[in-house]
């Protein structure tokens, strides 16, 4: 069974075998709390690719985003950040840069909507840092224009505010841009990258930024016990994963681009953002999540696996679709099928 | 080349391909932030063993004992508890129970010391917990016998005051204690375990206690960014090598009690504690930490891979031995010969 969204399942004997040849074949060595060849080697890639001057690999982008704005905010003597309402630091961590790092969230924007400039500028309390999220995942991978992005930067600069982006899935973003990751990257302090979203690697992802940004992430990844003894169980299967999928994005996109045209002609089904700009999107299904939760396990020969969001004030399900390695290998047609299948009336 | 202390040096190779086999052998599955029947199967089985209501698997014991002491301090609404100056929360951590937590730690007893009931006793401010290592690691597996142990735990229980075990290296002590676990835990609020001290397993720990406790424990894991995608890449190992090492520790602490019999008699080196009650301990060998990670180099046929953890008032190194199976392997008269070879004047 193939699932429709995302990367080919495989199961953990597949894994775990694959790993072994890959550390046999490049004579891979083991970490001890953050230093090894194979480890800082890989954080060194990275920093270069994204045009950064150092980079540290953690267990997961919560620890990662919480130190740079703790960071930022202990240089600037500035207590406060600033985010969209949907930044993963407001909706996803029980609170943590609050009860942990006793920080205070400015929301800028408007739901739905990419933050602009005019936001940034209506923002009356000083902040150390912006948490910028490139793609946006809660608005279907929406992005602003690179100009747009440009006067967000230069605004912060001029202002003292550090730039931190959520670039947990950046790399899905290039092709869109057509721009180098280290390109999108200048005038940003720190960035947070993923490798199990687009990569298809499990828990792990980087920090990124100056030498000094680095030097200090390290004693805050120490205070939130995330500096392991070992870290090659994350670190090698996303070293394996970078290698394998850095090239296919633009693949990705493509194929995300064909089929938002198709489902949106053939099918009528509301898509966003209203153009793709990534490997993801979000569909507007027209049924409550209940009942699409049922029919997703009524398809044929296909692992519906995609992630149902909640419920429109239509009463519409918002449903995400990532395109991966599973989805390049459908045809169209054949995903369009899958989808009316869905959609349809008849089984439920 | 054989480590004398500790475990067989793997490679990453032979690592990964035991974990396929092991994955396809039990047909465990991947788990996805938190749940996942082997990894809930797995927290259920060392609850039990411990004979508390529930576990919770995590990336590293920094977060397991921070979480901990915090819960117990917002329960109480008291923001400090009480450890030994060589407790982990102090050494090794970065003051996180300071920076991430607010917590204040009221130190007890004397350095060198296994902390008594009268060192509980002397407290003159009101604490939440008590943070108790079993065995003391930096006193080289020193322990309290049980009966004192026990007036600790009534001490504590009488005074509203909770008992967090540091458990990193608690298997170890069974075999000395002569009780299960669940037994020794009796009157024990909560219990941190570590996979990578005598089970050789890779990053990864549990935390056990009520059913309540672990489901607060559940939000600040979160909070502290250790809610991870998939935590299988470290539960996976943990459970492999709990299953092949949990009937050893009484081998390795037979090893370790004939080892330093030897050791004392042959060569007359100073060994702590006096009385050996785990797989490990600490020498002091005469001469400097230098010259003797020097000599540690020189030793044909073994990998020397000792602990020196600094030196003492004699200006000998204090150096750390474990028993694993590398050492299990090699027979004391050969040890022997190593040491007298490390110790002797000639080489440098």
């Known amino acids: 069974m193939k699932n429709i969204s995302g990367h080919k399942n495989q199961n953990l004997k597949e894994i775990f075998l694959e790993l072994a040849h890959f550390c046999e074949e490049y004579s891979l060595d083991k970490d001890k709390y ?21 980079g540290l690999f953690l267990p997961s982008g919560v620890m990662a985003q919480l130190i740079a704005i ?45 933050p602009l400039l005019e936001d940034l500028v209506k923002i009356n309390k000083a902040v150390s840092s912006l948490v910028y999220e490139l793609p946006m995942r809660h608005l279907g991978g929406d992005l602003p224009s690179l100009s747009e992005l440009e006067q967000i930067k230069k605004y912060a600069q001029k202002h003292n ?10 790399f899905e973003v290039l092709p869109y841009y057509d721009v180098s990751l280290s390109d999108l990257m200048s005038g940003v302090d720190s960035l947070f990258l993923s490798f199990y979203k687009g990569f298809g690697s499990t828990s792990g992802s980087m920090l990124l930024g100056s030498k000094d940004f680095i030097v200090k992430s390290k004693v805050w990844l120490r205070r939130h016990g995330g500096n392991l003894f070992q870290l090659y ?21 493509e194929k995300a681009k064909s089929l938002v045209e198709d489902l949106r002609s053939e099918l009528g089904l509301v898509i966003v953002p209203e153009v793709i700009k990534s490997n993801m999107f979000h569909l ?5 999540k209940e009942k699409l939760a049922e029919k997703m396990k009524l398809v044929n020969n296909y692992i519906i696996n995609l992630g149902i969001w909640g ?27 899958v989808f009316s299948e869905l959609i349809s009336e008849t089984k439920i």
């Not at 505010?161 to 950046?170: E, F, L, M, P, S």
């Not at 004030?313 to 995903?335: A, M, Q, Y």
């Open 34 to 54: 953050g230093k090894g060849e194979f480890l800082n080697n890989f954080e060194n890639e990275i920093a270069k690719v994204a045009g950064m001057e150092a």
């Open 70 to 114: 703790r960071i930022w905010a202990d240089q600037a003597k500035i207590g406060r950040f600033a985010c969209h309402e949907s930044c993963h630091l407001i909706r996803h961590e029980e609170e943590a840069y609050k009860y942990l790092h006793q920080l205070e969230a400015i929301i800028i924007g408007q739901e739905g909507q990419v």
């Open 161 to 170: 505010i550090k730039v931190h982006i959520d670039g947990a899935r950046v």
């Open 233 to 253: 169980p994350l670190a090698i299967p996303a070293k394996f994963n970078f290698d394998k999928r850095r090239e296919l994005f633009s693949q990705y996109y």
């Open 284 to 288: 507007r299904i027209p049924m409550g």
């Open 311 to 337: 419920e429109d004030s239509l009463g519409r399900s918002v449903v995400e679709f990532s395109v991966g390695d599973s989805t390049i290998d459908i045809p169209n047609k054949e995903l369009l099928r």
